[in-house]
């Protein structure tokens, strides 16, 4: 089918190529970041999200939980974490954690995602037991818990191998890894942002390790910040590399900087990334990362208005029901901390999409009228 005509022409050479299902080069990222003929990146983007999943659009029930806002990495770019006397700082003891799962439980959860700060004194017995807890609580939940710099942390202070940790916590119950922490891979970026944070070749080798031993991950990249276009480009060609080898990646998650109560924020005047922004990152990354099943567009960042047009930019899912959300609403986010099932549905059927309940892993979740009669 003849495409229409972009209005920036640098755009021709790269129509072909999708039109023939030909791999991008990082110039031809670039070039994408460097345009600003929106709309026709973003219908690129949709043929690309047709050709992979028609209109089907999914989303899941999920609750988030937070065991710990105390975190030893003052990352310049968060506003969730703190130090242990810190105001506002808590843990959640094992049985408030257990407690704060069931109370999402009348939405019918398929999945807990558990992430958290870098605690100075929590043993990584901690860890293992709120999964295991979780399990013997929920048997049917999935868990997709902690990023691959809290196993990198696990590993630096029982000075086990990564590998070890991972085997531990799937034993426990883990059933995935979240994409958080990814952030810039460039070094000169993360210097400013997230100083004490793992690097790229760390943060990789968690999510290849992941793989190795059968468990699915997610990746993420925040932007909006001090990164270029070329450090866009570079993290999207990392993971596009990574998957090339393992496959173990499910989806995509582009998130935008929310500067408000970061140090970062507070240093400099910034700005909020506009909807134009948000979608371009939507898009590139569905026409850049050939190889990940699903691009996420996560309404709690991106707002669920923009989320919604995101469906036509090359997003598939939206991301979950979430119930609380911490680390976007202390760096000032506005957006609901939940949605309803109802609520997400009925954004995706208003943009012409078909609403696919998934679990973690996309596989379709059934309901029976009776569950059903719960959930909406
Ligand atoms: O790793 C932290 C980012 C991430 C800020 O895997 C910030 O399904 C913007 O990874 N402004 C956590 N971003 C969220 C995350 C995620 C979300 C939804 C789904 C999945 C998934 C993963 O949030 C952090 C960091 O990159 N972040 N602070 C901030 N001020």
Same mark, same amino acid.
């Given at each position: 089918?003849?495409?229409?005509?972009?209005?920036?022409?640098?755009?021709?050479?790269?129509?072909?190529?999708?039109a023939a299902g030909e791999r991008l080069t990082f110039e031809d990222g670039v070039t994408l970041y460097r345009s600003n003929d929106l709309l026709f990146i973003g219908y690129l983007a949709h043929r690309v999200r047709e050709r992979l999943h028609g209109r089907q659009t999914y989303f899941n029930v999920n609750r988030h939980i937070n065991p710990t806002n105390v975190c030893v990495a003052s990352c310049k770019l968060c506003a969730f974490g703190r130090s242990r006397n810190a105001p506002g700082a808590y843990t959640l003891a094992l049985e408030e954690a257990f407690q704060k799962a069931g109370e999402g439980w009348t939405e019918a959860v398929t999945e807990f995602h558990i992430v958290g700060g870098l605690h100075p004194d929590l043993p990584f017995q901690y860890y293992v037991d709120l999964l295991r807890g979780l399990k013997e609580r929920f048997p049917a939940v999935h868990l997709k818990a902690f990023t691959a710099v809290?196993?990198?942390?696990?590993?630096?202070?029982?000075?086990?191998?990564?590998?070890?940790?991972?085997?531990r916590l799937k034993e426990a119950g883990l059933g995935s890894l979240p994409g958080g922490g990814a952030e810039i891979f460039a070094p000169a970026v993360r210097r400013v942002i997230c100083d004490h944070k793992i690097g790229a070749y760390t943060w990789l080798k968690v999510h290849r390790t992941a793989h190795e031993l059968g468990l699915h991950s997610n990746a993420t990249m925040l932007y909006g910040h001090i990164e270029s276009a070329e450090d866009r480009v570079d993290h999207l060609c990392q993971l596009r590399q990574l998957q090339d080898q393992t496959r173990g990646f499910l989806a995509f998650i582009p998130?935008?900087?929310?500067?408000a109560n970061t140090a970062l924020g507070t240093k400099v005047p910034w700005r909020?990334?506009?909807?134009?922004?948000?979608?371009?990152?939507?898009?590139i990354s569905r026409l850049m990362l050939d190889n990940f099943p699903h691009i996420k567009a996560y309404w709690i960042m991106m707002t669920s208005r923009v989320a919604q047009v995101a469906l036509r930019f090359g997003a598939d899912d939206l991301d979950g029901t979430v119930v609380e959300e911490k680390i976007y609403h202390d760096a000032g986010a506005t957006t609901p901390q939940a949605m309803t099932r109802q609520q997400?549905?009925?954004?995706? &059927?208003?943009?012409?999409?078909? =609403? $696919?309940? &998934?679990?973690?892993?996309?596989? =379709? $979740?059934? &309901?029976t009228a009776t569950t059903l009669a719960v959930q909406v």
């Open positions: 089918m003849p495409h229409p005509r972009p209005e920036d022409s640098r755009l021709e050479p790269i129509a072909e190529k999708i809290e196993i990198a942390y696990y590993s630096h202070i029982t000075r086990l191998p990564i590998r070890e940790v991972l085997e998130l935008a900087f929310h500067p909020e990334t506009t909807g134009f922004t948000d979608l371009k990152n939507v898009a997400i549905v009925r954004l995706i &059927r208003e943009a012409g999409c078909e =609403p $696919v309940e &998934r679990d973690t892993l996309y596989r =379709p $979740v059934i &309901r």
